[in-house]
């Protein structure tokens, strides 16, 4: 609604609070979060939990498997809850937005300044900022007087933005550039102002990006391992579809009874869901968040830290991320007796370190030269700094002579302002230089004058800022480099500045996008290529979060305030970046929180990521060849040993799943890779490709037909039935157990060692005693329905796991050499898969 009041009475109080009524209040929305029974739902839809739900539930009510029913349901609600905790941790990015609305604001309402509740501002309002305070709705500005606002929560520019009556304004101008404009939520650090209020609430700038941040998306982790689930569940009904025409065989032949049948269809469930995956994976994520904390990464959603290992692009925030933050003086040249740092003191009116961003560096810098003004030295007049003069000037008493004006500003516009001459001419052909190397320079002049106007003044000097960049970024640039990590630089600085700071850290600035060529035709699709993207508003940078995901990539994007939340949230891992304004919001909507702000903190995240994909690969790669081959075991069982009814009862399964796999798949969440993680470069076809489950079919059938030989065995000597299934449990912990070694390697499995990566041997360790003491000890093993085996049993599960190793490295190594023979020629490439090639160890990859 375009206002109808434009006087400077402002609104009467019956037009304000008929738009109070229109409008709403001038406040940003929160969306209701789900409850607790919508987010447990959304767990329970996941096929393996509707499989671990069916198969307790006939366990319990029809089977009356009191004990095992409970088991499987107890699983399933540990799932469950640790997955709606996690959930609850992504609704806090809008209601942190509420922190930056000035709690209180100054508005004329007929012909009267009052102090009002900012929720009251409504559109035509007349407001009043001064320095110090928070602007509470964006507005145009009527009137200013050397105002100056610090948009950096919006724009990522990290100096103030000079404000003017009339300046450049609407929706088509980028947001840097909209002088005439103030908006809600930023800061005015010099001067004051008056302004019509346009939007309020969900309409201002920091409103569209509350809406923006509604809609994140899932990490890489989640999205594959819900593949994962999909393609279980495809597996586990494809099973259950043979096991009934092979049950309804034996009925009909009265081989089985139909209780016998729902038995062999909960053993069969239970061996196609592996229990203990999600507890596994989400220990891993948990230890890997505990490390990365340590490190000054805080994790706040654990599929982020994956995700953050399967990053392909870094798209990072200059200010407070590749630089400080802080401007410095870079360089300087002064004129021969002339007083440079003097002058920059006298026109200056930063104090004790507080002021505009400018005065504060000059007066730093001539703090480092030994340079304090004289308390005989006073004010006696002074124009602030003003966009349109594009200049600061001030009259200073001194002792016993004229007074003396110093001017600083803009180098076109002091050295206009000087007699010209060699100095000023020297001064002059100085600048251009120095503004190619992305300073922002400023020129310094003085006279013996009380005429703020007054012209024919002597050059003191030029000053050149910087913001200075942080010492760690170019070897963190160059780190990501070398991983194969395309790092983007995104600002809201210009496009000159950009290119050089890009430069200084070792990023080519080319192709460089800046946000007004954006708005051009086909500007948008330059943004997957480009190296730098300047001027940028949200809008864009969320634009460049979704172009390069669209084109594959897994993207990083870092930030720090306002304006970068709703990239933080739909990016695949969004990286807070903290110590400047605004990190609350930054905060909430990241997945990851560096505490220190540097780049190379984010490469070690990146370590530490790409370290957790190889775990999280080899563990999912274990756990589902282990229940690929008991699945297998199940199946031909009933097609070939009708008087055991069921080869592997459900308690079985529910052991071996549980208890025996989950410790080693712990520790294979924890364990080190060979190497320099930060080489695992994943492969793009994902955690469960087609190609890595053939790998794990023939390993899976490796083992299943070992125990079924065995198996095969026992029943031909005569065993009692409770024999042969404990020699079918033997031989298989024994020989899954073999796995956890399989999959750590490329080549042979213990190439690197029994106890290279300790974590493991203790765990394969730990399941082989808890195993044998089951096996071995009557009363133990009772309630799991084992029963004590001869010696030849227990030389036939060792020997279950010696020819598990002997047939996965014979197969593996025949594999390689077809694979070698198809890549010759090739560049050697990166792999990370569950229990693939490499299996841990992986070759350096392509950059």
Known sequence: MEPAVRTLSGLTEEEAARRL????????????????????????ADPMSVLLLVAGLVTLLVLGEVPEGA?????????????????????KAVRALHTLTAPMATVVRGDVARRIPAAEVVPGDIVTVAAGDRVPADARLVETSALAVDEALLTGESLSADKRAGGAAGPHVPLGDRTGEIFSGTLVVRGSGTAEVLRTGSGTEVGRIATALGGGGKGPLE??????????????????????????TRVSRGEATLIDIILAGVALAIAAVPESMAAAVTTALAMA???????????RRLPAMEALGATTVIATDKTGTLTTGHLTVADHIAVPGADLWRAALRCNDARDGVGDAVDVALAEAAARHGVRLPPAETRLDARPFDAETRSMAVVTALDGGPPLLTVKGAPEVVLARCAPGGQTDRLAEAVPELARRGLRVLALAEGRTGDLDATGLRPVGLVALQDEIRASARQAVADCRGAGIRVVMVTGDHAETARAVAREVGIDPEPLVTGAAIEGDGGRARLPEAAVVARVDPEVKLDLVRALKERGEVVAMTGD????????????????????????????AAAVVVTNGELGTIVTGVREGRRLRHNVASMIGYLLAGNLAEILIVLTGLLVWPDLVVPLLPVHLLWINLVLDGIPAIALGVDRPAGDPLALRPRGDGLLSWRVLRRILVRSVVVAVLVFAIVETARRLGWSDEQVRTQAVLALVFARLTLAYVVRARRRTFERGWWHGRAVAAAVSATLLLQVLVTAVPVLGAPLALVPLPPLGWAMAVAA??????????????????????????????TAEPGGSGDGQHEPGRI
């Open 71 to 91: 088991a499987i349901l107890a699983i399933l609600l540990v799932n469950v809850v640790i997955g709606v905790a996690q959930e609850t941790k992504a609704d």
């Open 21 to 44: 009524a229109e409008h709403g209040p001038n406040e940003i929305p929160q969306p209701k979060p789900p409850n607790l029974l919508v987010r447990a739902a959304r767990q329970l």
């Open 801 to 830: 796991a010696v020819l598990t190793v002997l047939l996965c490295d014979a197969l593996r190594t025949d594999g390689m050499r077809r694979g070698e023979a198809r890549d010759r020629g090739r560049r050697r490439r990166v």
């Open 561 to 588: 305030g306002v304006n970068d939340a709703p990239a933080l949230r739909h990016a695949d891992v969004g990286v807070a970046m903290a110590g400047e304004e605004g990190t609350d919001v930054a905060r909430e």
């Open 223 to 248: 999205i594959e391992l819900g593949q994962v689930s999909r393609r279980i569940g495809l597996l586990a009904v494809a099973a259950g579809t043979l096991m009934v025409l092979i049950g309804l």
């Open 289 to 299: 968040a505990q490390r990365m904390a340590r490190l000054g990464v805080i994790v």
